[in-house]
């Protein structure tokens, strides 16, 4: 699997403003720091596509980029995905306030790009399973019907007896198993990569 380009495509407010690139589309949804961003650009091998942030709150727009891949899961061959990196919910005020804050954007995106969208990653921060933020959102998410992977970041920051005590607490909080990840060292990226394949291709 190798990745032959990169991109930004474009952001948008509200994610109408986002164009049907008839690809398939794989929609990142997470906690305000979590990773999201420094996700895409692991998966892109791009440090500075997405911006990150060590100050919560960056991403506040939906946006959009597309991943030209060779190979892979499912046998060679050249084939076309688009991330949408869609605003972190749960930082400023917490809670359920900020997950219905989330689903204002999203669900414009989602409503514009259901028959593009294949799937969600649901990104959790390892460190800190049970957050009520993360509860709310895959409550909702589980009720939009969608595809939906958990994915647990920053995961090269936890011992070994941490990650294993966190990922089950994390399966039994969220009722499906989290695949950990690092964007810093690498850590589960070809997973990814074979679960977003098998969704997108
Ligand atoms: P918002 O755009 O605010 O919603 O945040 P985000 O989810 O896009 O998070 P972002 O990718 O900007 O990362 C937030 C911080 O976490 C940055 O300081 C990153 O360097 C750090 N970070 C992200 N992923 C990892 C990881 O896998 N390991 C470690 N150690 N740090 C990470
Ligand atoms: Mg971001």
Avoid: C
């Amino acid at each position: 699997m190798k990745v032959l380009d990169a991109r930004f495509v474009t952001s948008a407010v509200y994610a109408r403003g986002i164009p049907d690139d008839r690809i398939p589309h794989i929609a990142l949804v997470g906690r305000s720091n979590v990773g999201k961003s420094s996700l895409i650009n692991a998966l892109a091998g791009r440090r500075g596509l997405a911006r990150t942030s060590a100050a919560p709150g960056k991403t506040r727009l939906a946006n959009l980029y597309r991943l030209e891949v060779e190979g892979g899961a499912g046998g060679p061959g050249r084939w076309a995905v688009s991330f949408a990196d869609l605003p972190g919910y749960g930082y400023a005020r917490g809670g359920r306030e900020s997950v219905a804050e989330l689903r204002t954007i999203a669900e414009s995106y989602l409503e514009g790009h259901e028959g593009a969208l294949r799937g969600v990653l649901h990104l959790v921060d390892a460190r800190h399973p049970g957050l009520e933020a993360d509860r709310d959102a895959a409550d909702w998410l589980q009720s939009l019907g969608l595809e939906r992977a958990t994915v647990a970041t920053k995961i090269d920051k936890l011992s070994r007896h941490e990650r294993n005590k966190n990922l089950r607490e994390l399966e039994r909080q969220l009722g499906t198993a989290a695949l950990p990840i690092s964007a810093a060292s690498g850590e589960g990226l070809e997973d990814l990569w074979t679960l977003i394949a098998r969704l997108s291709r």
